[in-house]
């Protein structure tokens, strides 16, 4: 596709359960970026990808959060044992490479932790 | 962690007034981004700044990156009703580490009445 995809758009899950979002970057994009968006917050920086180089983990809260990409291509971000704490705007964003500063955002995906 | 302190948090403006917000760190960046997010999507890159001093301008948007390296304002000449939405700052910070490591203040949320 023309941008950076999200699925799902939205999530409603209980507390304690395991999810999985998933984001498409812009095809041709070498550098993945996960963030975390509460609701009348800025962006949270929680992981990124660049090609094969090990990702940048830094701003991952907990190890109940984790990602994985695949090449060049799809990434899926997993919470595990979801806390009401997780509920929030999960954004993808991708980039050319990374000191590319044009981050191209997916519209989200809504997590909502009951 | 870094901080980036954005304001004002919120405005509420007649349509055709200027509009000026800014961003403040206490530390120094490499680069100022400005992004705006409309509701249900991911935030639009508006104007990147790479260097101290720089103005840039995109339509009736103008940027500084401050001489200090540590202050960008965002400024909107006579405003529009879909210039509404959240505006935020983003930087790179100045330090060895992670390259992909964007920080966003927590917004500025623009109201505009026709």
């Known amino acids: 596709g023309a941008g950076v995809s999200q699925s799902p758009s939205n999530k409603v899950t209980e507390k304690g359960k395991d999810v999985e979002l998933r984001c498409d970057p812009i095809?041709?994009?070498?550098?993945l970026y996960w963030y975390r968006q509460r609701l009348g917050q800025g962006l949270e920086f929680l992981i990124y990808?660049?090609?094969?180089?090990?990702?940048?983990k830094s701003g991952l809260p907990s190890d109940r959060f984790s990602a994985e990409r695949t090449g060049e291509s799809v990434s899926t971000l997993t919470i595990q044992r979801t806390q009401q704490e997780d509920s929030a705007v999960y954004l993808c964003?991708?980039?050319?490479?990374?000191?590319?500063?044009?981050?191209?955002f997916g519209p989200g995906t809504r997590l909502t932790v009951l | 962690g870094q901080q980036l302190n954005q304001s004002p948090q919120s405005m509420f403006i007649q349509e055709g007034e200027d509009v000026s917000m800014n961003c403040t760190s206490s530390?120094?960046?490499?680069?100022w981004l400005w992004y705006k997010q409309d509701p249900g999507e991911g935030p639009v890159l508006l104007i990147a700044?790479?260097?101290?001093?720089e103005l840039t301008s995109n339509g009736r948007l103008t940027a500084q990156f401050g001489i200090t390296r540590k202050d960008s304002f965002l400024n909107i000449s006579a405003s529009i009703p879909s210039d509404v939405g959240i505006y935020f700052c983003?930087?790179?910070?100045?330090?060895?580490?992670?390259?992909?490591?964007?920080?966003f203040g927590k917004g500025t949320k623009l109201s505009v009445k026709p």
């Open positions: 964003a991708s980039s050319l490479m990374v000191i590319d500063n044009e981050q191209f």
């Open positions: 095809s041709g994009h070498t550098a």
């Open positions: 990808f660049q090609g094969n180089s090990a990702p940048d």
């Open positions: 530390s120094i960046f490499n680069t």
């Open positions: 700044l790479y260097k101290a001093g």
């Open positions: 983003a930087g790179r910070p100045n330090y060895g580490g992670s390259q992909g490591n964007l920080i």
